[in-house]
């Protein structure tokens, strides 16, 4: 009895070991195939080129989808639909800033608005500024200093976080909260330093927050921060000149995109992988998230080409809207919740594409274990970690269904020298970083529908 | 006595663990600095904009000297010398290849010699082409087809390699010993695809080895290569022109150069560090290797705004010509040897300058491990290893002083597109990966001075 239960053991760990070993060789047919195949990389140029410029409500962004969609036509899955669904949306078609200077010419500063800032007036909003490094120091100052002014937010990046989403963290409320903030102290625009690393001209734009009183608020290059900073210390009354010119509509209609395969053993329950194919105005949207889009959209054709047969059903999501109002993630979560249909996990890709770090998991601590047991798979392609964080913009509202979420990681250091600006164009990406981000994502897929995740 | 014994380790515990503390405060003030500082990125953009081309015996390798000298002196170290040497050099002032196509107009393909080809006669050498995939295929084909042809080596590189460096590998075998194999059969040129991941018109030179007989060598581009292989199928008696005008000079003075703080309790005992200032004639030589100088000569920068006290000498060597005879490394070595000089350490960097990824040790199993204890300082700012491994070409020679060698290793996925091309250039360093290097490579040395290797 003692030897059966050794001899049973003993067949089951070899069976085990075995599966292992299989399981590493596919994996590397999965980066083999990854590796060796430019479409990925093809839609991406398609992307930036054709359109660049994404944002919810544009044209590009219905051609965006529509390149897509075909894509996933050609590749034959098993369905493909768009997903309607109405939401505001903004557009801006000019913005400038001017330093009017008692002395010299007015100094043209490289800008673009924050969405969805307002218009300003056609002849833009003159006004004296008033330089603040924090919400708390214009809190301080209060209305009195504050009303009639243009607030300048102007705290520097902390350059000695080591992780640049850290850095952006500790900078990014100046753009989030500062215009509604400055408006609620009677300021009439506010101009805010690129939340970024790097030193140069592009502006770097993103989402602010407006509750009741919007006014114009735009986004300077850090030169052009430091220069305007400079101006006002020799000439503290010097007045600045602000226009925007933009437009807010309060309904109109758009669409995410799916595509998926219908899983062999239990097509009820869902792996839904995605990433945001909106991108700001002002940008060919590269790594964000151009990147997150292809590399997503690219694991389907791999498990075609590689004949994988998925129990579950493997469905990718190309959301629209992240960016201004997060309305495409938030129509997806409320589709699946009507449908009463049942997602077994969540993966989301809106990190750029760099060398491959890490997946993080939001979800139980046995989800994170469940998935972490997976890493000495992908520890040979660059994952280093697989551990509790972060999931996602677009996939966060299915986290009150429950749904464990999780998110593809890759090396910070490039990623907000380009983030929302037009430095964010396709030269920027590197093939095999790209391709090793398909094969990764596709493997974690892979191994997460076959073997499960608890 | 018990008691006694428990209460000591207890307190020596106690200590060794706030040490260890401090020492995270104190690593974290060395990036600090490396993070806020940019003389690195200046010293490099200077070595790529006014010194590029710095191969051994040209006058921009004496230029690129004489300002990292300066830099040092202007940095007030104990001592800073040129440590005078001769080498054979090698110059090429230019190269082309044509195919030469009965129907057609010639086809100019982008070359560049390899180092140290011999020149052609003035007019080219004009054959038919041989296109073998591998040293062992050309064997095969034996001198009665070889003889008199063009060779050309046109193996593609595997691009399923996961780690670059091992793509490289796996290809290089056609640029370093191709041209020798080819010569002994009768060949009258060879032309090599150049060792690359990339798919682009850059050619990538690199060394060669002749022993007898040399021929005109000259990389191609990889679409270059590809074109050149599809007229082949076309028309397998086309001819192709080679030319090269280069030249190799028995013997000339060049200098490496060293800068040191002499070590206040071990002066005796020198931990020495470097990178290669010299590069081909046809690159800035950004990434390899003007990024592992500015990083190797930053730590004495960081040592001393830092204060810190060293024990051992920490000296740094910026060798010249690591690409073409390593003539540079051997006559450091031989003056090490010569002086009786004790090193307790050399390490090199010459992986460029991107993301950092790990250190590698080639010495004892006790020397990996006494560097290996120092992981956790490191692996906050990337470095996920500290493992056997390759030591560096510059500091080879050291091996047989039984000196303990290791390099600093960063992501290597963009490496190989820029390696030995013009596209190596200052625009592709990064900021701030740049910077983290500096701090790995100050932290590491400050660590094995202060807590010793053993």
Sequence with gaps: MKYRLILMLWVVFAIEINA???ESVFIKEIFDNALTNQYAYNNLEHLCK?????????????LAVEYMKQYFENLDVDSVYLQEFTTPVWKCDSSSVFILSSADKPIMLHCDALGPSPSSQSEGITAEVIEVKSLAELEKLGREVVSG????????????????????????????????????????????????????????????????KKIPAVAIGTLDADLLSEH?????????????DAEEIPEAKTYNLIAEFKGKEKPEEIIVIGSHIDTWFNTQGAHDDGAGVVMTSDVLRIFKELEIENKRTIRVVIYMDEELYQSGGKAYAKYVKGAGEKHYLALE???????????????SVENVRGIARFLEYLEPYGIDKIKAGWGGVDIGPLKEMKVPLMSYGTDSQRYFDLHHS???TFDKINLRELQLGSGCITSIIYLIDKYGIE
């Design 232 to 244: 006002l210390i020799k000439d503290s009354k010097a007045k600045v000149r602000v226009f925007v």
């Design 149 to 212: 002014k243009i607030v300048f937010f102007n705290r520097k990046w902390d350059h000695t976080f080591v992780r640049t989403f850290e850095g952006y963290g500790n900078a990014v409320d100046q753009r989030s909260r500062g215009p509604e903030k400055a408006a609620e102290y009677g300021a009439v625009a506010v101009i805010i330093r690129s939340v970024t690393n790097s030193m140069d001209h592009f502006p770097h734009t993103g989402n602010t927050h407006f509750t009741d």
């Design 20 to 22: 292992q070993n299989d």
């Design 422 to 424: 037009a430095n964010d």
């Design 50 to 62: 054709f359109a660049p410029g994404r944002l919810v409500g544009s044209e590009n962004s219905l």
């Design 349 to 363: 890709s809106d990190g750029g594409a760099f060398t491959p770090s890490m997946f993080t998991v939001d979800g």
